[in-house]
């Protein structure tokens, strides 16, 4: 009976965690990627990248997305072609 209910205990705390396991970062930016080309802007028209949140000036660039309990930000980058 102890190995049924420390069985049990220990499912209602590991289940909830594992649902709340954030993507990836590469997901993410994955995830924002596709939804730039759905909008029609060409993969050689923009640059998304992963920085520390402590390297991101937000005055400076276009901040998408976040990963990682906001350790990381995702950046957009438009890139300019002649």
């Not at 209910?5 to 965690?17: A, D, G, H």
């Not at 993969?43 to 390297?55: G, H, S």
């Amino acid at each position: 009976m102890k190995k049924i209910f420390l069985l049990s205990l220990l499912l209602c705390f590991v289940v909830p965690r594992m649902a709340l396991a954030s993507p990836s970062c590469e997901d993410i930016k994955q995830n924002i990627t596709d939804k730039i080309v759905k909008k029609g802007v060409s993969l050689d028209a923009f640059k998304l990248e992963i920085l520390p949140t402590k390297q991101v000036d937000a005055t400076k660039v276009k901040v998408v997305g976040h990963c990682h309990d906001d350790k990381f930000k995702i950046v957009y980058s438009r890139l300019l072609h002649y």
